[in-house]
């Protein structure tokens, strides 16, 4: 063998040798689900919206990880909520905007999470993003138990993201219905505990003036029969 031929046999070694210790990027997944509300609760100031995220990387320290978010944040295009029967045109906002919306409405905002969550829940949710992004889907505050066909409010746009039984929400909306949400989506959170507060920061968070919901407390304190009775329609009427 010659010496040319040798040399080349040593960097093929090499870059073989690299390519087997190549270390793959290693992916997590994670849920934020927020509430809004007003005071007095009214169904026109409270919605539910959650963020996923992909974060992607190597290492300890996930703040250096890099992360990719998606909203689910369901409301009519024009961003009025009206209690009413009537199908409406919906648009998915993205959390920015929807953060806008919340402090338009002079409404406080809850988060339980950041929850790390299986995969399988995380492209659930970008199944739906699609769906609701498609124009298929109305928005329908008051959709009765025919969804999705007579369309989605913000919590069933959020709940309904996964496969199975449909969540029986009664009226329940804010933050009574962003728990509900929450217990639905328990089976995908292996480990509710600790939190991932990195991306509260990452997602520039840290100004908002969260309210933060604990799991153990906030999860169970809200059942059917508790959603359903805390989420009167505040003696708004209901337009058709």
């Keep these: 063998m010659s010496r040319l031929q040798q040399k080349a046999l040593v960097v093929l070694t090499v870059l073989g040798m690299s390519a087997t210790g190549a270390v793959s990027a290693e992916e997590k997944y994670f849920l934020l689900l927020f509430a809004s509300q007003a005071d007095p609760v ?89 769906r609701l992004e498609s124009g298929v889907l109305p928005y329908h505050l008051l959709n009765g138990g025919l969804r999705p066909a007579s369309g989605l409010n913000c919590m069933h746009a959020v709940s309904d993201l996964a496969p199975g039984e449909r969540l029986a929400s009664g009226i329940a909306y ?23 507060d990195w991306l509260i920061e990452r997602l520039e968070l840290k100004e908002q003036n969260l309210q933060r919901r604990q799991w153990k407390r906030e999860a169970q304190h809200y059942g059917k029969e508790d959603c359903n009775n805390l989420a009167h329609v505040a003696g708004e009427k209901v337009a058709r």
Excluded: C, Y
């Excluded at 933050?175 to 995908?188: D, K, T």
């Design 174 to 196: 804010g933050e009574a219905g962003s728990a509900a949400v929450l217990r639905h989506l328990r089976r995908w959170i292996p480990n509710p505990q600790p939190t991932h």
């Design 42 to 130: 009214a169904p026109r100031t409270s919605h539910t919206f959650a963020t996923f995220v992909k974060a992607t990387g190597n290492g300890a320290d996930m703040k250096k990880w890099k992360i990719e978010t998606r909203t689910i944040s369901w409301m009519p295009i024009g961003r009025s909520v009206m209690p009413r029967f009537a199908r409406e045109r919906g648009q998915n906002f993205d959390l920015v905007a929807t953060l806008a919306w919340t402090k338009s409405q002079s409404a406080r905002m809850s988060l339980w999470g950041p929850f790390e969550v299986d995969r399988e829940l995380h492209e659930s949710a970008e199944r739906q993003i699609e």
